[in-house]
């Protein structure tokens, strides 16, 4: 040994085999952000309402329905982070360069009003779901929670902001966690999942239309487009990729995995929620659930006060992810078509149409919650709004992904917009049938 040498000092074998691996779980989480966050959200007390009279009405014989959108609602939203990372702008700034700009703002205006109504129907179902724990405080408890949403999208960093929202996802745990609190039946739920048994009826088809409607929505694709932007101003350098090609693989690498796991997440939580309804609800002929309230309350005397606390947590920790996700994703889009600073980096001093978007889409859905407004109705608009949104957005969006002009060399993979148009003649078809049925 020469003098020079340094001896190293010996760890222990356990130290030594656990240390590389929490390294590569740290940074296997650290790829996780936009694609979570926008998977997670799709499963807001509106969507947790759809779910559950999926399974009270249908059993297990509508959990086909999530095996079917998992590739198309991946496949979307892969083209939407795809077209923000590479270009550097949101979804509205590469639609108002397609579309004409007076079509893309009755776009917007449509996709606001959609938002908002969701926001009050998200807000009133936590303030619910707070009532049925406590016995008191529903309307308190709706206000309390747009005001926390509101403070903490206005006075906190984007960063810190970001990683809030990442860790909020574990709360869809809690449906999970329901599966085990019901008795399921596994091969019933199989059999749903593979060859399910449902004639083709009204009622049928509606809640395929909705479930279409709640899983593939408008406004997670101006979210997920957004935050990938979002993502290059934070870090001193990034590029978009038009830009900076070199990083390309990296990052592409980070929106697959990101994209494919934060839909899998989602879809995972739905069937959860459609298993536990079916096991309990349906199994007991309770078939009418209106809200995701209406679900907490009724599994209640059936699944045991556990299941029915595990609920209620995930109404109020759905509806927390949610509402940023509504209220920011109106605002991206709003203040990208008018060339206006945006970003929840910016202080609201710095991005004041931005930030006013977002205070007025929650106000607005304060409102709802404390009108006369038939919240099950205004919905059943809200799913006929987004149905036809989504179609011109995601016809633009595959224009937009195949375009050499405006993606460069990154323009985006056939198979992925193959999907993608399948999936825009998919809604088209949701859209129509909403009318009809």
């Known amino acids: 040994m020469n003098a020079g040498d340094v001896i190293?000092?010996?760890?222990?074998?356990?130290?030594?085999?656990?240390?590389?691996?929490?390294?590569?779980?740290?940074?296997?989480?650290?790829?996780?952000?936009?694609?979570?966050?926008?998977?997670?959200?799709?499963?807001?007390?509106?969507?947790?309402?759809?779910?559950s009279q999926a399974g009270a009405q249908f059993g297990f014989n509508m959990l086909w329905t999530m095996i079917m959108t998992y590739p198309l609602m991946t496949a979307v939203q892969l083209v939407s982070a795809?077209?923000?990372?590479?270009?550097?702008?949101?979804?509205a700034k590469n639609i108002g360069d397609v579309f004409p700009k007076p079509l893309v703002l009755v776009l917007i205006g449509l996709l606001f009003i959609a938002n908002t109504i969701n926001i009050g129907a998200n807000l009133a179902a936590m303030g619910s779901a707070v009532e049925l724990v406590?016995?008191?405080?529903?309307?308190?408890?709706?206000?309390?929670?747009?005001?926390?949403?509101?403070?903490?999208?206005?006075f906190i960093s984007y960063e810190r902001y970001a990683k809030y929202l990442k860790w909020l996802t574990l709360v869809l745990l809690a449906y999970v966690a329901v599966v085990f609190v019901a008795k399921v039946d596994w091969d019933a739920a199989v059999a749903g999942l593979v060859t399910p048994k449902i004639a083709l009826t009204s009622d049928s088809l509606t809640v395929v239309v909705a479930i279409?409607?709640?899983?593939?929505?408008p406004y997670l694709m101006f979210w997920q487009s957004s935050q990938e932007v979002e993502e290059i101003q934070q870090h001193a350098n990034a590029r978009p990729l038009k830009k900076r090609p070199r990083q390309a693989p990296r990052e592409f690498r980070r929106i697959r995995i990101d994209t494919?796991?934060?839909?899998?997440?989602?879809?995972?939580?739905?069937?959860?929620?459609?298993?536990?309804?079916?096991?309990t609800l349906h199994a007991q002929g309770k078939t009418d659930i209106t809200t995701a309230a209406d679900a907490a309350e009724a599994l209640r005397p059936i699944a045991g006060n556990l299941a029915f606390a595990l609920f209620s947590l995930g109404i109020i920790g759905t509806g927390l992810l949610s509402l940023p996700v509504l209220a920011g994703s109106a605002a991206y889009a709003f203040g990208e078509s008018q060339g206006w600073k945006c970003g929840l980096e910016n202080k609201p001093w710095e991005a004041v149409g931005?930030?006013?978007?977002i205070i007025a889409a929650t106000v607005l859905g304060i409102g709802i919650d404390f009108s006369s407004l038939d919240p099950i109705k205004a919905l059943f608009?809200?799913?006929?709004?987004?149905?036809?949104?989504a179609v011109p957005v995601m016809a633009a969006m595959m224009w937009v992904g195949s375009r050499r002009d405006?993606?460069?060399?990154?323009?985006?993979?056939?198979?992925?917009?193959?999907?993608g148009w399948a999936t825009t003649a998919i809604m088209a078809a949701a859209a129509i049938a909403m009318l009809l049925f």
């Open 8 to 51: 190293a000092p010996k760890l222990p074998r356990s130290r030594i085999s656990k240390f590389p691996k929490r390294l590569r779980r740290a940074a296997f989480f650290e790829q996780l952000g936009p694609g979570l966050v926008t998977g997670a959200a799709d499963d807001d007390p509106s969507g947790i309402a759809t779910y």
């Open 82 to 91: 795809q077209i923000g990372r590479v270009t550097g702008c949101g979804l």
């Open 134 to 154: 406590i016995g008191w405080g529903g309307h308190i408890f709706t206000v309390a929670f747009a005001l926390v949403s509101l403070t903490l999208q206005l």
């Open 212 to 217: 279409f409607g709640t899983t593939i929505s």
């Open 260 to 279: 494919f796991i934060g839909m899998a997440v989602s879809n995972i939580v739905a069937i959860a929620i459609m298993m536990s309804t079916a096991a």
């Open 354 to 357: 931005f930030y006013c978007v």
């Open 381 to 389: 608009w809200s799913a006929v709004i987004n149905g036809f949104v």
């Open 406 to 419: 405006q993606m460069g060399r990154f323009t985006v993979a056939p198979l992925t917009l193959t999907l």
